[in-house]
């Protein structure tokens, strides 16, 4: 057994070589070679001029890493194998005092994380093959440069020699800078070989001073300290805090390459660059770039010198410029896809470094992926495949401008991060109150950015005046949250750090006090918040369609045909929607939010909340009158003042919907979110009901709850007071009613009954709607059909699915409660204790973002399968949040749901996700249990 293990561990390629024209491997061995591997070895077979070198393989860096940090005897034996071949290739050895062959060390992950990782350049040079690098150049200069450039990097990467608190930049930097400044001089480039020499020695002493060893001489131990330093660069902050973000699982491990040099600081013929096939900021399909003369790859980078447009090149260096746009096109034709380059020119030479998939923005996505099917490079599939769905938010919403982002993260503006609730970017005057919100929108036509530990309905209207709200507490699915993305507003939620002072209309952020009426920035994308005032920048796609809405009204101002971006948009939706499966609702409570929704490609509503209706100052009184009721008498005359404020909105919903279906869903308050609770607007309730204010405060009192969102809620309410649903019922029918006969088409609602965990439960609630449906269509005389279903949000309602459905037309996921009765996890306070979660990989992502597939999702499988054997035609549906999460819809697509639904803005996300999960599983309903089953068995957590 123990012999066998051993042979196969002998048998094992741990190094894999690249060069000549020839490679090993290729750019199908990512997982083994990382990114940066694959392709030099691809370039390489491809016949691209690449220096020679070697790549020692990702499972060598988890075996060095699980094994505290030692190579076998197999692994050292290669490398010296591997590094004889780039001798004999390059025709110079390693250490040789006359004439060294010098190598780069460099990372490379399966996936690219851009900087988190390290590299080291020059690596072979000491106080004898300096002077051997020296004389074989005739340059001295050079030579010193060289070597400089290796202590500084070695002393970083391997020995980790870098700032200590208090110093703001490495010693080396300091001390370069210092001698630049002794010799009077601007430019590195302008130190002599002697000023380098000293600057060497300098160094050297400063590693002594601060490790207490000399800086290492033997190239083959300088060759081994940085591949180990490589690998543990792995387990970084930076690259650790990096995969987080990414979902890149810290099992993977990275690559080490190892690279004969090429010079690019050999003098004027000499620099190096990098370059993308095609603009990565728009898509734009134009060679984009920058390189410097004279130079090596980390002056590019470090944003030392100010590097020049790749453009340049064409007349500094002709003959490079013409090999490297003969690359650069046959590299993009090759992979099919936008390139990043890395090259360097060494005298007049030019050598490829790296290549891979460009990172790009949301619109060059889009741009470049729609292009390239037009150019016959990809087909339609891999078009919809290239696109992330979440970078259309950069398309959907103002977005800041670059430069002047740049700008304020240099100055130290950050504030704070929360949550990214609400993407997008919004400017404005900070203020914290809902009234100061509506009073300085009426008042200045500056933009108001609201501020509030937390939201509640009464602050809507001061939501509304805002282009931005920003709160200190809340997650995900908290009210600011959800009521924000409705709307469309940009939105910063439980960013925990600050603290605001109402009384004081101030709040404390990142140290400083920012007072009412100063500018603060919100990025809604990443959750950052910024001092003072960053410019913003509208988004075409969203400007084209409203102005092409199709109402009468607007046909006639309808305007010219989409052009640029707007074009490459509507066509990537044209054929997300041509390959989906799922159908895409929207969550809308009001007509100007489905007349968006529908402007969005929405095919129907998934869910009225309709308490969110009642926000607003006439109505929420009423609400509240309702639920403070002494008696039902005192209720039925609530309802009776609600009655017409409530067909009326319904009504405008129906007329925006037309002959869409629309969900709409019986009261579900959480009481906290609707009682009165500071001491004024309490007796102005109580004035306005005609009653003692102390009764009401009682009432209040008697009704506040220790745990609102496990309340008196859900069904729980209609059940105790049947005349709440029925009140609704006659206002959703009635509305439909007048609707159908207005517009000669019936509208298709479907009753929805929330928080349900028993049948009894449901029975009761349907027998109520059933009731007076039928006899506002009999009074009426207009039949209209319509749907009677349930939310499914508690664990007991999936577990008793089969008899449910016998009582429903339709489920639909609730996903939002579902995730917090699953966990036990409050969805309102989630936010404080999630990111702890996360840095202890608890999560891997927020569950009340991205629904938790293993174990939330095993109750939807249960649920879904259950009820579908007692009713095969069961409509099935999710209007959680989580209905607008690519991950999360790629499973409901699994699941074999109808339709997803989610707010208007993130129709589009949903659209494009959705096609997606088509082309990766074939048709819907797949079995989902395998998936899980699979899952769990590659040893995620949960
Ligand atoms: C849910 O719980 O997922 C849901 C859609 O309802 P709400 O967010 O209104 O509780
Ligand atoms: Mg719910």
Known sequence: ????????????????????????????????????????????????????????????????????????ASVRKQVAAALVKVERSIGKKFADADDPLLVSVRSGARVSMPGMMDTVLNLGLNHKTVEGLAAKSGNRRFAWDAYRRFVQMYSDVVLGVGAVDGELHDPFTMALEALKNRVGVEEDTELSAADLERLVGEFKRIVFDRTGEPFPDDPQEQLWGAIEAVFRSWNNDRAIAYRQMEGISSSWGTAVSVVAMVYGNLGKTSGTGVAFTRDPATGEKRFYGEYLIDAQGEDVVAGIRTPLPIASLEKTLPKAWRELQRIQKLLEKHYRDMQDLEFTIQEGRLYMLQCRSGKRTGFAAVQIATDMVREKLITRDEALLRVDPEGLNQLLRPVFDPKELDVARAKGRLLTKGLNAGPGAATGRIVFSPEAAERRAAEHPEPVILARIETSPEDIKGMQASVGILTARGGMTSHAALVARQMGLVCVAGAGEIEIDYARRCMTAGGRVIEEGEWVSLDGNTGEVYQGLVNTQPSAVIEHLF???????????????????VKAFLTLMKWADEVRELGVRTNADQPDQCETAIAFGAEGIGLTRTEHMFFGDEKIEAVREMILAEDQEAREEALARILPLQREDFEGIFMEMGQRPVTIRTLDPPLHEF?????????????????????????????????????????????????????????????????????????????????????????????????????????????????????????????????IAAVADFFSFGTNDLTQTTYGISRDDAGKFIPAYMENEIFDHDPFAQLDQVGVGRLMHIACHEGRQVKPDLKLGICGEHGGDPSSIDFCHRLGLEYVSCSPYRVPIARLAAAQAALRHGPKGGDVEDRRRSTATRGLRH
């Not at 491997?25 to 016949?47: H, T, V, W």
Request: proline share 6%.
């Open 675 to 803: 009682l009165p609770m500071e001491e004024e607007a309490q007796r102005e309730l109580a004035k306005a009901m005609g009653v003692p204010f102390k009764r009401l405060h009682a009432k209040v009192e008697y009704l506040s709850e220790l745990n609102p969102m496990l309340g008196h809620r859900g069904c729980r309410l209609g059940i105790a007071h049947p005349e709440i649903t029925r009140c609704q019922v006659r206002a959703l029918f009635e509305a439909a009613c007048r609707v159908a006969k207005r517009t000669g088409r019936k509208p298709r609602p479907e009753v929805m009954i929330p928080l349900v965990g028993t049948v009894r439960e449901l029975e009761l609630q349907a027998m109520v709607v059933r009731e007076e449906a039928a006899a506002v269509c009999k009074r009426l005389e207009i039949d209209i059909p319509y749907l009677l279903g349930t939310m499914i949000e508690l664990p007991r309602a999936c577990l008793v699915a089969d008899k």
């Open 547 to 565: 102005a092409a809405e199709t109402k009468p009204a607007r046909k006639a101002t309808k305007h010219a045909p989409a052009t640029g971006i």
């Open 1 to 72: 057994m123990a012999a066998r293990a051993a042979r196969a561990a002998r048998a094992r390629r741990d190094v894999y070589w690249f060069g000549d024209g020839v490679a090993d491997g290729s750019k199908e061995d990512k997982e083994l070679l990382g990114g940066k591997g694959a392709n030099l070895a691809e370039m390489s077979r491809m016949g691209l001029p690449v220096p020679p070198g070697f790549t020692i393989t990702t499972e060598v860096c988890t075996d060095f890493l699980a094994e505290k940090g030692v190579f076998s």
